[in-house]
């Protein structure tokens, strides 16, 4: 009789065991799905977020590059406008007055720099993107150093230009 009972003790034991056991991989099962429901949404929230910023990207290249072109054109302006205007500058210097010839310098100047600026627009319209944050992410690894000293001097000068 003692045997019988430590048998139906013993099973009872395993059957509570077994339930407990299978409400356990029950919870996991149930835990998992929802990890995987949440890692599967911040996949997508994640994929969203990275669409947007390349569209925002495409669009501040293509504004930077109008900008740019704008920049040249009005660059151009002034010098022709410079030229038209007789092609002396006058400039005073204490008491007296120097007048300066303009011999063609500055039109080269000027037009160097909107052709500067003009090729620098095109380019940034035909940029591949992904292309360029991967040269980008090369020179940081080869170059760490070089790169801060860059990065810090843009930031100062986007200071600077961002304080007027």
Same mark, same amino acid.
């Given at each position: 009789m003692e045997q019988s009972n430590q048998r139906s003790m013993g099973d009872t034991s395993q059957s509570t065991s077994s339930d407990s056991l299978g409400s356990t991989n029950n919870q996991s099962a149930s835990i998992t799905d929802k990890a995987r429901d949440i890692a599967g949404n911040a996949q997508e929230? *994640? $994929?969203d977020v990275g669409s947007t910023v390349r569209e925002r990207a495409g669009n501040a290249k293509d504004s930077l590059a109008d900008a740019l072109e704008s920049g040249a054109d009005k660059l151009r302006a002034r010098g022709g406008s410079a030229q038209g205007s007789g092609g002396?500058? $006058?400039g005073a210097t204490g008491s007296s007055s120097l007048a300066l010839e303009e011999d063609g310098r500055v039109a080269q100047v000027t037009n160097r720099v909107a052709g !500067?600026? #003009? $090729?620098? $627009? #095109?380019?940034l319209r035909q940029a591949d993107l992904e292309g360029l944050r991967a040269s980008v992410e090369e020179q940081v690894k080869e170059h760490p150093g070089r790169t801060l000293l860059i990065a810090a001097g843009l930031g100062y *000068? *986007? !200071?600077k230009a961002l304080r007027k």
């Open positions: 929230k *994640l $994929a002396q500058y $006058a !500067g600026m #003009d $090729a620098t $627009a #095109d380019w *000068l *986007l !200071g």
